[in-house]
């Protein structure tokens, strides 16, 4: 049973910004994204965009937003296979236990100018 959708949209422009501002990146992304969003390249703000967007994302889902839950709590990376996943901590963590859901489905899309997530919670 689906216990709640979110979606988010992020202008890649904005993100390109944000790579100039450590304090900034540090603030909302952990060391594990900021690695994986510094071997990006070219595409680091696509991918900036793509990460951020999924907290967000993620927030609305749960339908409480990010109220109390800092987003370095979450953090949104991938399997092995490319697919992507969020892997949550402390009051991340807690706010997803709260709400009854027990797996996140997450998908992430990115074109020049634009970066969406769909993150879709899933309980019994």
């Given at each position: 049973?689906?216990?709640?959708?979110?979606?988010?949209?992020?202008?890649?422009?904005?993100?390109?910004?944000?790579?100039?501002?450590?304090?900034?990146?540090?603030?909302?992304?952990?060391?594990?994204?900021?690695?994986?969003?510094?071997?990006?390249?070219?595409?680091?703000?696509?991918?900036?965009?793509?990460?951020?967007?999924?907290?967000?994302?993620?927030?609305?889902?749960?339908?409480?937003?990010?109220?109390?839950?800092?987003?370095?709590?979450?953090?949104?990376?991938?399997?092995?296979?490319?697919?992507?996943?969020?892997?949550?901590?402390?009051?991340?963590?807690?706010?997803f236990e709260k709400?009854?859901?027990?797996?996140?489905?997450?998908?992430?899309?990115?074109?020049?100018?634009?970066?969406?997530?769909?993150?879709?919670?899933?309980?019994?």
């Amino acid at each position: 049973m689906i216990t709640g959708i979110g979606v988010d949209i992020v202008q890649v422009k904005r993100m390109e910004r944000w790579l100039e501002n450590d304090k900034l990146l540090e603030r909302y992304f952990n060391n594990e994204e900021l690695s994986i969003i510094q071997s990006k390249g070219k595409s680091a703000s696509q991918s900036l965009a793509a990460r951020f967007a999924a907290k967000e994302a993620f927030g609305k889902a749960l339908g409480t937003g990010l109220l109390n839950i800092p987003l370095k709590d979450i953090t949104v990376c991938a399997e092995q296979n490319g697919r992507p996943v969020i892997k949550l901590k402390a009051a991340a963590q807690k706010a997803f236990e709260k709400s009854g859901a027990e797996k996140i489905h997450v998908s992430l899309s990115h074109e020049k100018e634009n970066a969406i997530a769909m993150i879709v919670l899933e309980g019994t």
